[in-house]
């Protein structure tokens, strides 16, 4: 296989697990289809790399100033990181980050 084609990370199970889990919070509203989108993203990273994964009802008005006043909105580690949709991209640097310290 070609090393660009080649992943940049492991699943879990080939690689140590990090100290502590990545932690994402999904902020959603019901009938949003892109926060389905963004919600299957993740679960996908829950299973490969233990991620935990929070969803956060966005329909309070007090959420408002913290998210902004679309969803979905994607926080890792408590810091927003993503709005409207996962990159996998960067997702992906974030896990290999986390998982590299471990």
């Known amino acids: 296989m070609s090393l660009l084609l080649a992943p940049a990370f492991k699943p879990l199970a080939q690689t140590a697990s990090p100290v502590e889990p ?29 991620i ?10 007090a959420l408002e100033p913290l998210i902004g006043p679309t969803v979905p909105v994607i926080a890792v580690d408590g810091k927003v990181r993503f ?10 640097r974030l896990v290999a980050a986390r998982t590299d310290r471990g």
Request: net charge negative; proline share 2%.
């Open 22 to 50: 990545i932690r994402v919070t999904l902020y959603t509203r019901a009938l949003c289809c892109c926060c389905h989108t963004a919600r299957e993203v993740l679960d996908e990273y829950r299973e490969a790399f233990g």
């Open 52 to 61: 935990e994964v929070e969803e956060v009802d966005a329909s309070d008005p």
């Open 83 to 92: 709005r409207g949709e996962v990159n996998r991209v960067l997702m992906d």
